[in-house]
């Protein structure tokens, strides 16, 4: 079968405009990747070439192994590539590539038909796909995108993951049955390089979203549908609090501790109790009292 005719790709294209028209993709924002499954690499192989093998590499003349992804298939957003023009022509926009038998090596099979690079946060992506196929190998999904709320916040409120979550789950209570786990935050550190590559994967451990600071945020999910909507419950959040904050830096009601422990049995989660601090009046942003 061919690559442009599979609802794989399609269903790619489809994760890249919905973000696109959510605006969390201005210009060439964000980039995308999935960890193929061996029967959709099986139905699309005879639509594969051969490409020249390529270092992987955060910075110049670095060689970086994924050793647990050897062997395996990745579609992947283009460097440079705009998110608004992945539906319009996937096969320019995106490719398809397989790493070597070490996982140090990949190669380009299929897509940037006028040539180009994977995206340049490709080390960050195959960090954190080895790191998440280690915690369940049906993690296939890593998303990162510019959502403009997510961003303002890190702006005004402690660059802690603890108050972070704790904000972003007062304002839906959707949000700690989704994500029980919780936000990591990475600091400013310059995108593109291994530090911050290795400072997601980290996260990516144990907690399914980073936000990066005054740059945007990284998630995962088993599939396009799970990792978009969680993108989108986070941002959602972040817009409500934006909201909140700019009408007031205190809340007169909320969902309180024990109102989140109500959670855990019915909907059979275990909302981590690190975001469950008490808090000494309604201030949004209070670091929990040590
Ligand atoms: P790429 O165009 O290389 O994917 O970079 C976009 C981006 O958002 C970098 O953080
Ligand atoms: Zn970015």
């Not at 700019?246 to 909907?267: D, G, H, Q, W």
Request: charged share 25%.
């Amino acid at each position: 079968m061919k690559v442009l005719d599979s609802e794989l790709m399609k269903r790619y294209a489809r994760m890249a405009i919905d973000g696109f028209n959510q605006g969390w993709h201005e210009r060439n924002g964000g980039n995308l990747s999935y960890r193929m499954k061996i029967e959709e690499i099986e139905q699309l192989r005879d639509d594969f070439k051969e490409g020249e093998w390529r270092v992987i590499g955060w910075q110049k003349g670095d060689e970086s192994a994924f050793p647990g992804l050897a062997g395996e298939y990745f579609i992947v957003s283009g460097s440079g590539k705009y998110f608004r023009n992945i539906e319009l022509d996937p096969e320019d926009n995106v490719c398809i590539i397989e790493l070597n038998e070490k996982g140090n090596r990949y190669r380009i099979v299929w897509g940037l038909r006028e040539g180009g690079m994977p995206t340049s946060e490709l080390p960050t992506h195959l960090a954190n796909l080895e790191v998440l196929k280690a915690r369940d190998p049906e993690m296939r999904v890593v998303y990162h995108c510019h959502p403009g709320n997510i961003i303002a916040l890190t702006f005004v409120l402690p660059l802690d993951s603890r108050v972070f979550t704790r904000e972003i789950f007062e304002m839906v209570t959707e949000c700690a049955v989704v994500f029980p786990e919780g936000i990591g935050i990475v600091p400013w550190v310059i995108c593109g390089g291994r530090q911050i590559g290795e400072m997601t994967a980290e996260i990516m451990k144990k907690q399914d979203v980073a936000v990066w600071a005054h740059h945007g945020a990284f998630c995962c999910g088993k599939d396009f549908d799970l990792a978009f909507g969680l993108m989108h419950t986070v941002e959602k959040s972040a817009e409500i609090l934006v909201k909140v904050l700019s009408m007031s830096p205190v809340k007169l009601n909320t969902i309180t501790p024990e109102m989140f422990r109500e959670l855990n049995a019915p909907f059979g989660i275990h909302i981590n109790e690190d975001y469950l601090y008490e808090k000494k009046d309604g201030t949004i942003g209070q670091l929990p009292q040590e």
